[in-house]
T-cell receptor, first 114, second 110 residues
């Protein structure tokens, strides 16, 4: 089973709302990622958690707040977003460093900020 | 620096072979990947190759790596309409980062 599950699939939120994107994997992977993908562009790395600790933050604005409650779950908390934050948000996971680092992606959450 | 280059479009007739090319700049890359993204969907890992290999075959897919020229290719034999998608080349160094190319949109002609 190489499944990464993301919810919700679609989210529309206002600029003053607070919402969260959720991601789950049960492959025993120790690294989890959030990527942002705009239309016709490649995914851009936002955050990496390794062994439940934030290991990479690619200078993402603080209106995006990641959380890793345990090794299977990864959340992305959203607050005071801008319309330009509308994009596909992809969660991914991989085995720990040095083990081939094969990264598996979820189907993504389509976010529209109005 | 880190950079992955791909051509943006490729049109192939159904039944022919498709060859999607990619060049990368960082010779210390450890792993190189091909991902497929269908419209409205996430990224599907198709195949990957370690930098100490020069070829990998998996059913209709053949990956060739020329480490000297930093060139990676993906060949899809007997291309079918279901192969229509964007194909991303990506590289990593065995740590937590993976860098994607801009993607090649494969269009299948009847």
């Amino acid at each position: 089973d190489t499944e990464v599950t993301q919810t919700p699939k679609h989210l529309v939120m206002g600029m003053t709302n607070k919402k969260s994107l959720k991601c789950e994997q049960h492959m025993g992977h120790r690294a989890m990622y959030w990527y942002k993908q705009k239309a016709k562009k490649p995914p851009e790395l936002m955050f990496v958690y390794s062994y439940e600790k934030l290991s990479i933050n690619e200078s993402v604005p603080s209106r995006f707040s990641p959380e890793c409650p345990n090794s299977s779950l990864l959340n992305l908390h959203l607050h005071a977003l801008q319309p330009e934050d509308s994009a596909l948000y992809l969660c991914a996971s991989s085995t720990s460093r040095g083990a081939g680092n094969t990264i598996y992606f979820g189907e993504g959450s389509w976010l529209t900020v109005v | 620096g880190e950079d992955v280059e791909q051509s943006l479009f490729l049109s192939v007739r159904e039944g022919d072979s498709s060859v999607i090319n990619c060049t990368y700049t960082d010779s210390s890359s450890t792993y190189l990947y091909w991902y497929k993204q269908e419209p409205g969907a996430g990224l599907q890992l198709l195949t990957y190759i370690f930098s100490n290999m020069d070829m990998k075959q998996d059913q209709r897919l053949t990956v060739l790596l020329n480490k000297k020229d930093k060139h990676l290719s993906l060949r899809i034999a007997d291309t079918q309409t279901g192969d229509s998608a964007i194909y991303f080349c990506a590289e990593s160094w065995g740590d937590d980062k993976i860098i994607f190319g801009k993607g090649t949109r494969l269009h299948i002609l009847p």
